[in-house]
């Protein structure tokens, strides 16, 4: 009986330990889940920014190139306004 009782508080012991490590891991796991979800937005956030960044220039270039046929055309007519 002493030894049953002995055995069974050394498995507690050694129960309670590993109960022990799995909350520490636990704890460490949502640390390090948060940490991951915080890094995705943050490059979820640069992402669309550069696509923002993106698609404006993209509209910048189509107005200069809209712009420049117009300067050509203004030059045009006034050279003909000239003569």
Do not use: P
Request: aromatic share 2%.
């Amino acid at each position: 009986m002493k030894e049953s009782t002995e055995k069974l508080e050394e498995a507690t012991t050694k129960l309670n330990e590993v109960v022990e490590v799995v909350r520490v891991l636990n704890e460490k796991l949502a640390q390090l889940t948060a940490e991951y979800d915080q890094a995705v937005a943050t490059k979820n956030a640069a992402i669309a920014e550069a696509d923002r960044c993106a698609r404006r220039l993209n509209l910048a270039q189509r107005l200069v190139t809209a712009l420049g046929s117009e300067n050509e055309r203004w030059a045009k007519s006034i050279v003909l306004l000239e003569s």
